[in-house]
C-alpha cells in the first residue's frame, strides 16, 4: 500500500484530534492573507494615508511573533490547549465580524494585532500537539497541517475579490506592502502626479460604496465551523465540566494494541521532557535548570535549525511581499494586473508543495527533503537573476520558489524533533524564529529595493538563500554530534546495568565464603 497499516492505524485512533489541529490551521491561512487585496479598501474605510496602514501590517506579525513565543505556556494540559486554540479562532471569526466597523486605523492596527496573537498561539499549539501526538511519524501529519494554511491562504483572497472596489487597485489579490511600494515609486519620480493620483485615486473611492464589509462576514462565517470542531473534540475528550459522561468508548484491537505501544513510549517521553524541559514556551525553556548538565550540541540545534528557518521563511514573507513591486518595475515592467497574479501564483504553489510534499515525507528523510529544497531555492533564485528581463521565467520561477520554500518548515521542525528525542523546545524556537525571520526580513529587504532598486530584491533572496544552506551544514553537523552523545550515554547506563548484578553477585559471594 501507499501509506502502511501502521500509519493508518494510528491516524484513525487520533483521527478527531488530527483533523482539528488541520482545520484551526485554515484559520490561520485565512487570517493571514486577507489583508493584501483589501488594502485599498481599508485605506479607503479608515481615511488613512499608506504610510499609517504598514501598522496595521506590523501590528499583525509583531503580536503572531508574541503568540508563538508564549503559545507553548497552554501545551501543559489537553485541556489548556484546546481551550486556547477555541478561544483563539473564535477571536479571528469575531476579528473579521468587527473589522468592517473599525472606522480608525488604530482601531484596525488593534484588532489585527488582537488576530496575530490569536494566530501565533494557534500556529504553537497544533504544531506541538502534533508532534506529541505522533512522534517520529509526525513528518507526514506535519506537512498535511502546513498545507492548510496555504489552503486558507488561496480561500480568503477568492472570496474577497468580488467585493473590492473598483477604483485604485482594483480586484489585485497582491500583498499590501507591494501596492505601497509601487505606488511610492510613482509619486517620488513623477512629482507632478502627486496631485492627480491623489485626487483621482480619493475622488474614486469616496464616490463607490466599498462593499468588502460583506467579505469580511463571510469569512467570519466560513470560519465558526473551526472554534465549534474544537468545542466538541473538548466534549469527546470529556473536558467540559457540565457535559462529562461516565462510559468512555471501546477501542477495537488494532488500536488497542497501539494503544499499549504508544503508552509505554509516551511515558517515556513524557519522563524525558519532565527531564529536560518539554515543548515548552520559549521562557521557560531559557530559565529551564535541567538544562544545564546537557552538551553543547543540544543547544547549537536549537540555535541553528531557528537560523535555518529564521532566513527561509524570512524569504517567504519577503517574495510574497515584493514580488509584485518587482513584476511593475523596470526592466520587467509588467502591466500592475499581470503583476497581481504573481502574489497568487506564489502562495497556489506553496499549496500544492506542501499537499505533494504529504507522501513524499512518508517516503524519504526530512533531512533529504532539506537539502533538496533549500538547493531547488537557491538555483531558483540564481535562474531569476540571470534571466531577469523575462517575464515568462519570471511566472516559473514563482512557481518553483514557491514549491521548493513549501515544507521547509515541517520538515525542519520534523528533523530537529527527531534529534533531539523529541526533549527540549524546537517547536516553540522554530516557531518563533520563523515568525522574527518574517518580520525583520520584510523590513530590511524592503529598504534595501529602495534604495537600491527592484535588481536587489532577487539579489537579497540569493545571498539569504546561500546563508540559510550554509547554516544548515552546521546544523547537519552538530545533529551528528548530538546523536553520538545520546549513542555514548545510551552505551555508559546499558555498562551500569551490566555491571550492576555482576557486583551483587560477587557481594553474595563475599559474604558467603566470609561466613
Given at each position: 500500500m501507499?501509506?502502511?497499516?501502521?500509519?493508518?492505524?494510528?491516524?484513525?485512533?487520533?483521527a478527531h484530534h488530527t483533523l482539528t489541529y488541520w482545520s484551526v490551521f485554515f484559520s490561520f491561512g485565512l487570517c493571514i492573507a486577507f489583508l493584501g487585496?483589501?488594502?485599498?479598501?481599508?485605506?479607503?474605510?479608515?481615511?488613512?494615508?499608506?504610510?499609517?496602514i504598514t501598522?496595521?501590517?506590523?501590528?499583525?506579525?509583531?503580536?503572531?511573533?508574541?503568540?508563538s513565543s508564549i503559545g507553548g505556556i497552554f501545551k501543559r494540559t489537553l485541556l489548556s490547549a484546546l481551550s486556547a486554540l477555541f478561544v483563539s479562532a473564535l477571536v479571528i471569526s469575531v476579528i473579521f465580524a468587527i473589522i468592517p466597523l473599525c472606522t480608525n486605523v488604530l482601531l484596525l492596527a488593534v484588532?489585527?494585532?488582537?488576530?496575530g496573537l490569536a494566530m501565533g498561539i494557534i500556529d504553537t499549539i497544533a504544531n506541538i500537539q502534533l508532534v506529541t501526538i505522533y512522534q517520529r511519524d509526525s513528518a507526514v501529519f506535519l506537512q498535511a497541517l502546513h498545507f492548510f494554511i496555504g489552503f486558507g491562504a488561496l480561500v480568503s483572497p477568492l472570496i474577497a475579490d468580488p467585493f473590492l472596489s473598483e477604483a485604485g487597485c482594483g480586484n489585485s489579490t497582491g500583498n499590501g506592502t507591494e501596492i505601497m511600494h509601487h505606488v511610492r515609486l510613482m509619486l517620488r519620480h513623477t512629482p507632478v502626479l502627486d496631485h492627480n493620483i491623489t485626487h483621482s485615486y480619493s475622488t474614486h473611492v469616496g464616490e463607490e460604496e466599498s462593499s468588502v464589509h460583506y467579505a469580511f462576514w463571510i469569512m467570519a462565517i466560513i470560519n465558526l465551523p473551526v472554534?465549534?470542531?474544537?468545542?466538541?473534540?473538548?466534549?469527546?475528550?470529556?473536558?467540559?465540566?457540565?457535559c462529562r459522561s461516565g462510559t468512555p468508548q471501546l477501542l477495537d484491537k488494532d488500536e488497542l494494541a497501539m494503544e499499549n505501544q504508544q503508552g509505554a513510549e509516551g511515558t517515556e517521553v513524557e519522563q524525558r521532557e519532565h527531564e529536560a524541559g518539554g515543548h515548552g514556551d520559549i521562557f521557560s525553556c531559557c530559565r529551564n535548570d535541567n538544562l544545564r548538565g546537557l552538551p553543547v550540541s543540544f543547544f547549537m540545534i536549537h540555535i541553528l535549525?531557528?537560523?535555518?528557518?529564521?532566513?527561509?521563511?524570512?524569504?517567504v514573507g519577503t517574495y510574497a511581499g515584493f514580488v509584485y513591486y518587482y513584476g511593475v518595475a523596470p526592466p520587467m515592467s509588467l502591466p500592475p494586473k499581470t503583476a497581481g497574479y504573481l502574489a497568487s501564483i506564489f502562495w497556489a504553489a506553496i499549496t500544492a508543495g506542501r499537499l505533494l510534499s504529504i507522501p513524499l515525507s512518508y517516503r524519504f528523510q526530512p533531512v533529504r527533503l532539506l537539502m533538496f529544497n533549500l538547493a531547488g531555492a537557491i538555483v531558483t533564485v540564481l535562474m531569476l537573476l540571470i534571466f531577469y528581463t523575462s517575464s515568462i521565467f519570471l511566472f516559473v520561477g514563482t512557481c518553483l520558489c514557491g514549491l521548493f520554500l513549501s515544507s521547509i518548515f515541517p520538515c525542519m521542525l520534523a528533523y530537529t524533533?527527531?534529534?533531539?528525542?523529541?526533549?527540549?523546545?524546537a517547536t516553540s524556537v522554530l516557531v518563533t524564529s520563523a515568525g522574527m525571520g518574517e518580520m525583520v526580513m520584510q523590513v530590511v529587504v524592503g529598504s534595501i529595493i529602495h534604495t537600491e532598486g527592484s535588481y536587489s530584491f532577487l539579489l537579497c533572496g540569493m545571498i539569504i538563500a546561500c546563508i540559510g544552506f550554509i547554516v544548515f551544514f552546521g546544523l547537519m553537523l552538530f545533529a551528528r554530534m548530538h546523536r553520538n552523545y545520546l549513542t555514548g550515554t545510551t552505551k555508559k547506563s546499558a555498562m551500569v546495568e551490566e555491571a550492576a548484578p555482576e557486583q551483587d553477585a560477587s557481594a553474595k559471594t563475599e559474604q558467603k565464603e566470609s561466613s
Open positions: 501507499f501509506v502502511d497499516e501502521r500509519i493508518l492505524t494510528l491516524f484513525k485512533r487520533n487585496p483589501t488594502i485599498c479598501d481599508l485605506q479607503s474605510q479608515t481615511k488613512s494615508t499608506i504610510d499609517q501598522w496595521v501590517f506590523f501590528s499583525q506579525q509583531f503580536l503572531l511573533l508574541i503568540g484588532a489585527m494585532a488582537v488576530s472554534p465549534i470542531a474544537v468545542l466538541f473534540l473538548m466534549y469527546r475528550e470529556q473536558l467540559i465540566p457540565f535549525g531557528g537560523l535555518v528557518l529564521f532566513m527561509t521563511d524570512g524569504i524533533e527527531d534529534i533531539l528525542d523529541y526533549q527540549g523546545c
